[in-house]
């Protein structure tokens, strides 16, 4: 007749345990050479130690889920939801864009013969912002998201209506700074016909290609010959806010018309 050993016994060898003394541990093993049933006890049953790490666990996790938000707040902010409307990599673009603000408001205030460098560069102010909203190369969930409904423009319209939010409380701060304050139709009105510009052109060649090209043309034509010359074009006048807010409006439209595009585009 076969003694096989006890559950504690076996419990303790797979633990590695030192209390067992060689001759049982050998005992053990030569046992386990000619039995199958205390061999698929060893390989499938639990361990003390192991069993008390699943009761430190499950216990730890039951605290978690107590102190936890509710379950309507859990799904809000699961990352396929909260990702639709912003991710983390737009804060440093939206941090330069402030930043470079808040250069152009010092130097304002600096320069007074100067025109408003904020009010310069407001059409710009959100474009890096746009261009980084969704890109394979940024996202860290393209994969994720670029396979749902949402994906393609409604996506893009959800993250730069979050990066024009962030973007233009911090264009009006610094646009009332200093004695050249700018006029807030004029910083609000290009601020968005740029942005419309970048998606519409985003549909052909892509948002960053469109952004880029967006602020090395406007800083080209109108940024440095208005500092060169210390006066302010005439697309920046009251006289051009109606012009603007057509634009803005036309813009729209037409990108609303090439939603489809978006979805086939393979990068941003």
Do not use: K
Request: glycine share 8%; proline share 7%.
């Amino acid at each position: 007749m076969t003694t096989h050993p006890t559950l504690g016994e076996i419990d303790r060898y797979a633990a590695g345990e030192s209390g067992l003394d060689e001759a049982t541990v050998w005992s053990i093993e030569v046992h386990l050479e000619g039995c199958a049933d205390c061999r698929a006890r060893l390989a499938g049953g639990t361990t003390t130690a192991s069993r008390a790490l699943i009761t430190e666990v499950a216990a730890a996790l039951d605290r978690e889920i107590a102190a936890g938000p509710t379950p309507r707040a859990r799904a809000f902010f699961r990352t396929p939801v909260r990702q639709r409307w912003f991710v983390a990599v737009l804060l440093p673009w939206v941090a330069m864009a402030a930043a470079v603000l808040g250069t152009a408001a010092l130097l304002t205030h600096s320069l007074p013969h100067l025109p408003s460098i904020v009010l310069l560069l407001a059409p710009l102010a959100p474009l890096p912002g746009v261009a980084a909203a969704w890109s394979r190369r940024t996202d860290p969930a393209w994969e994720l998201i670029a396979g749902t409904p949402s994906a393609g423009l409604t996506m893009l319209l959800r993250r730069t209506a979050v990066v024009l939010v962030l973007v233009i409380p911090v264009l009006a701060a610094f646009g009332a700074v200093g004695a050249n304050r700018a006029n807030p139709a004029l910083m609000l009105l290009p601020c968005l016909a740029f942005t419309a510009a970048t998606l519409l052109l985003g549909s052909f060649v892509g948002v960053a290609r469109a952004a880029i090209g967006l602020m090395v043309a406007w800083a080209a034509a109108v940024v440095a010959p208005s500092l060169a010359t210390a006066e302010l074009p005439v697309l920046l006048t009251p006289a051009a806010a109606g012009p603007w807010a057509l634009g803005t409006v036309a813009l729209a439209a037409l990108t609303l018309l090439r939603a489809g595009t978006f979805r086939r585009l393979t990068s941003f």
